[in-house]
Nanobody
Framework: EVQLVESGGGSVQAGGSLSVSCAASSVIFRTYCMGWARQVPGKEREVVAT????????YYADSVKGRFTISGDNAKNSHYLQMNNLTSEDTAVYYC??????????????????????WGQGTQVTVSS
């Protein structure tokens, strides 16, 4: 059974930085699409960044491009999200997500939150202005 455990997050003032980490069990990192999604109450979940093939390929939502960086560690079956220049609009619960996938699947589905079938418990990120 795939398990995803997030850590990190917290509170910061606008313009600051935070990071979140995800440790995955029962996952062959190179054959999974891994990433991060976030949700604000009352809004749909948004995929913000993803990896494929152990980090060889990445995707970023336009809302975070240039500010967030996703990375992976194959040996640890873990991936990370570094978030810089945070704004109040980044306040959300951040979820680690994963799905066994092919390159074709990744290209077509990577930005769609409903496609990911494994989710962590979520960690809160709060940015105050």
């Amino acid at each position: 059974e795939v398990q995803l455990v997030e850590s990190g997050g917290g509170s910061v003032q606008a313009g600051g930085s935070l990071s979140v980490s995800c440790a995955a069990s029962s996952v062959i990192f190179r054959t999974y699409c891994m990433g991060w999604a976030r949700q604000v109450p009352g809004k749909e979940r948004e995929v913000v960044a993803t990896l494929y093939a152990g980090g060889r390929f990445s995707y970023y939502a336009d809302s975070v491009k240039g500010r967030f960086t996703i990375s992976g560690d194959n040996a640890k079956n873990s991936h990370y999200l570094q978030m810089n220049n945070l704004t109040s609009e980044d306040t959300a619960v951040y979820y680690c997500v994963a799905k066994s996938c092919s390159w074709t699947d990744y290209q077509r589905e990577r930005g769609r939150s409903q496609w990911y079938d494994h989710w962590g418990q979520g960690t809160q990120v709060t940015v105050s202005s």
